[in-house]
């Protein structure tokens, strides 16, 4: 079995004033995914910061370690503060515009 492509899979994240608070979702722990986790906003500029590889997803019913992946996470600078954006829908008036939100 290969090595799962990505670190942390986001399901959906919690907002404050648009921009990401916390988000909820699965980090990769060797070849399998754990339990669900929530990971405070910088945690994941750290992560991301370092290279490591973040998705938005959710977890196929059933089937274990198998996401339906909607698109990569990216840190950006937008008015020189860090934003974090889907790559599915980079444009949004909000951090990870498109992720469902708790």
Do not use: C
Not at 19 to 36: C, K, L, T
Not at 63 to 78: H, K, P, S, Y
Request: glycine share 10%.
């Amino acid at each position: 079995m290969g090595k799962p492509k990505y670190d942390f899979i986001i399901e959906a994240v919690h907002r404050e004033n648009g921009r990401v608070a916390w988000a909820r979702g699965y980090r990769r722990r060797f070849v399998h995914y754990s339990d669900v986790e929530i990971l405070p906003r910088e945690t994941l500029l750290k992560w991301l910061a370092e290279g490591k590889r973040v998705a938005v997803g959710r977890r196929r019913r059933l089937m274990g370690n198998t996401f339906e992946i909607q698109g990569d996470v990216a840190l950006i600078l937008r008015e020189g503060k860090p934003w974090l954006i889907n790559e599915a829908s980079p444009e949004g008036p909000q951090e990870l515009d498109g992720v469902p939100e708790i």
